[in-house]
């Protein structure tokens, strides 16, 4: 049978998720564990530094194909291992600038996979937490400074806050002790909103970072659902679990015989915006009634 190898450079289980979605995607091609493939997965756990030795290892057991999440670097630390086993990948950035290939439409090489989110997003972020809270004068992003998405994503953050008149105060996390020190910082920024960016280790802290967006009563909004399932005020993006099922599926045409470059980096098409009266109701937040209109799904 063959193997399928999946790096991820997060835990399992705060992205069990994702791994369900992979395999839903590979079962609708008709890919099912034990009876006509094997995995093998391999989790950084958070540790970036990790991903090179455990991307190798996939290869030297000769897998048939490698899946990646978690962030841009388990899909650079498995093209950096291998430049011949078919390799599938989820980001969050553009993928032509970050490196991973160089035409979406005809991938070329071993390389093609999914965009979660991107350049799509836009200001919209920045637009639905202002017109939740207008009189929001400075608006923090939180983010983590050695995700190649990072500087992108700033930028589509500043060009938000130009059109908006707030100003942005940036701030970095790069481990889970970071979180507590940057929410820590916020008071003494004078902050009245948070953007939290995409990132594994934000993802994989979820439920912490949500008891601190309650804990400091700031007005937050997430890319991801999942924040908003687990208490948080709102998100905007779209479904990772739905790209994570896209790439499983990518894995199953490739094990049937398609060609990696047959398969065109997908990217999103439709973005969901969230919200949690519940949450809003604990912060005192009136949500005002054209934001309530707007929202594809509300948490009570």
Do not use: C
């Not at 910082?185 to 967006?213: C, I, P, T, Y």
């Amino acid at each position: 049978m063959p193997l399928i190898g999946f790096l991820h450079g997060g835990s399992a289980k705060p992205f069990a998720h994702h791994e369900v979605a992979f395999r839903k995607g590979l079962a609708e091609t008709g890919h099912v564990e034990g009876k006509n493939l094997a995995f093998e997965f391999r989790w950084a756990d958070g540790q970036d530094d990790r991903l090179p030795a455990l991307a190798a290892d996939l290869v030297q057991r000769r897998a048939a194909l490698i899946a990646t999440g978690g962030g841009s670097r388990s899909a650079f630390a498995a093209k950096s291992a291998t430049a011949s086993i078919p390799i599938v990948f989820t980001t969050g950035g553009d993928p032509i600038k970050l490196g991973l290939v160089t035409s979406l439409s005809r991938p070329t090489a071993n390389v093609t996979g999914v965009i979660f989110f991107g350049s799509a997003l836009g200001p919209k972020p920045m637009e639905l937490l202002r017109e939740l809270v207008p009189k929001a004068a400075a608006i923090a992003v939180l983010v983590n400074p050695g995700n190649p998405t990072t500087e992108g994503y700033l930028k589509e953050v500043h060009a938000g806050a130009r059109a908006t008149g707030v100003e942005i105060k940036v701030l970095l996390a790069r481990t889970a002790g970071d979180l507590d020190i940057a929410f820590a910082s916020m008071v003494e920024k004078q902050v009245h909103g948070l953007l939290v960016g995409g990132d594994a280790l934000f993802v994989g802290n979820r439920k912490h970072l949500v008891a601190l967006a309650a804990r400091y009563a700031i007005p937050t909004i997430y890319l991801q659902r999942e924040y908003v399932e687990d208490g948080g005020l709102m998100s905007y993006g779209n479904s990772q679990t739905d790209a994570y099922r896209e790439i499983g599926v990518y894995a199953g045409r490739i094990l049937k015989g398609e060609k990696v470059s047959d398969l065109p980096v997908t990217q999103p098409t439709k973005f969901e915006f969230t919200l949690n009266l519940k949450t809003a109701k604990a912060l005192g937040l009136t949500i005002p009634a054209t934001l309530l209109a707007t929202a594809d799904d509300v948490v009570e």
